[in-house]
């Protein structure tokens, strides 16, 4: 590109410094949330005694060993006189990840948005992208390592793409050991190499960078390990199935926790579980001869039915779908961005007790103040699910609901 050609793309890496800048001083000007706080006293726990400790001693502390290490580094470090003399402080580079991820994942998407016979995600919608108020809340204030993980994610999927085997099980191998959830993924993944004959080297690395770095729990605390990590579930009661249920009044609905629920409860989430499962698992199975960009759509329809069936949705797990619902549609991510900006204001201003945000308490006097602003999302998720079920049907009548039938890969 050169000349003119160029402006769309300047325009896109201006909005993205935009953006990392904005998210930098937030981060070095606040705490963040109930999270940050809780990562420092991870952190200390890790320093002070052992990841195994740590375990054993918090049912909190659910973070796959890599998250362990470098929130244990970054303790470290804070603690030295050099570092609090410059105001370097732990909340500030547990974000800085995030931070820089969310920057090299809009350069990503602008390196593969534009094709020979168009851009494949338009100009204005990446430029939204780079400075979605969403990011900017989570990256820049909540304090976790979820945009860590979705640049990971996003990163193998194109690698799917570029039909790089290798470096996409490296790839999804690290985005697992930032959170646990992208396994909901591994079965198309899987399914996608299987066909192209090429599951060899995708396993291959997937299997090794997983064993390295989870060999520490594998080899000396696996039941603690699965305990903790492969077996949690988040909160009931503050998303939608699950919001909607406490909110009849019945007192089997009315805990709010991710432990010790009511056995009705508990069979409610082991249903959604298995709902959101098998649909994946099905969706993976049709999808499995698809390529390029019907491929990375796989993710954003999986994406869809988690977010639709989940037991719970804690306010940062918004950044998971947004760059793969904005591939998918960006009609429907410009509207999820407004539905998720507007939840997320009302979640950090209600905790943080207004303007300006230092340190945000989610706390059980304070969830009814944000949690119907939740409802938001899940419902333009259900409609913009409903119209994109009409429309592709329309067009391609073998994507009926509840068949086993997979798509050609000619379809694409």
């Known amino acids: 590109m050169k000349g003119g050609k160029d402006f769309p793309s300047v325009c896109i890496v201006g909005c993205a410094l935009i953006g990392l800048f904005l998210k930098l001083a937030i981060a070095y000007n606040t705490v963040g949330t109930n999270d940050a706080i809780n990562f420092y006293g991870f952190a200390r726990a890790l320093s002070d005694h052992s990841l195994q400790w740590t375990y054993e001693h918090s ?58 016979s168009g851009w494949r995600i338009p100009a204005w919608a990446l430029a939204v992208f780079a400075l979605s108020p969403v990011s900017l809340m989570v990256s820049g204030f909540h304090g976790n390592t979820d945009p860590v993980m979705v640049l990971f994610l996003v990163w193998a999927v194109l690698m799917c793409i570029r039909e790089k085997p290798a470096w996409s099980g490296l790839l999804f191998a690290l985005s697992c ?15 996608f190499w299987v066909s192209q004959r090429k599951f060899r080297s995708f396993g291959g690395w997937f299997a090794l960078t997983m064993t390295v770095l989870w060999w520490e729990p594998l080899s000396k605390f696996p039941l603690l390990f ?43 989430v082991s249903v959604l579980k298995i709902i959101i499962i098998g649909t994946a698992l099905l969706i993976a199975w049709r999808r499995r001869n698809l390529r ?10 999986t994406w869809i039915v988690f977010f639709l069936f989940a037991p719970g949705v804690c306010a940062q797990y918004l950044i998971w779908l ?66 994109l079920w009409r429309k592709s049907v329309q067009i391609k009548p073998r994507l009926r609901i509840l068949s086993f039938e997979a798509l050609p890969a000619e379809s694409t």
């Open 59 to 116: 049912r909190y502390f659910n973070h796959p060993p890599l998250v362990a290490y470098y929130l244990r580094a970054i303790f470290n470090i804070t603690e030295q006189n050099w570092c609090q003399a410059i105001g370097l402080h732990f909340p500030f580079l547990l974000r800085l990840p995030g931070i820089l991820a969310d920057f090299l994942l809009v350069l990503l998407l602008l390196r593969i948005a534009k094709t020979e």
């Open 177 to 191: 050991q930032i959170k646990i959830v992208p396994l909901l993924f591994l079965p198309a993944m899987v399914l």
């Open 226 to 268: 699965a305990k903790n990590v492969l077996c949690y579930g988040s909160y009931w009661g503050i998303w939608g199935l699950t919001y909607c249920l406490r909110l009849t009044g019945l007192a089997s609905f009315s805990k709010v926790s991710f432990h010790d629920l009511d056995p009705t409860q508990t069979v409610v």
């Open 292 to 301: 390029g960009w019907e491929f990375v759509d796989t993710f954003a329809y």
């Open 322 to 387: 947004a760059p793969f619902v904005l591939i998918l549609s960006p009609a429907l991510y410009s509207y999820l961005l407004v539905a998720s900006s507007i939840f997320l204001f009302a979640f950090y201003n209600s905790t943080a007790h207004g303007l300006p945000w230092s340190v945000a308490l989610s706390t059980d006097g304070r969830r009814e103040l944000w949690a119907p602003w939740s409802l938001l999302p899940w419902i333009v998720l259900i409609a913009g699910v409903i119209a």
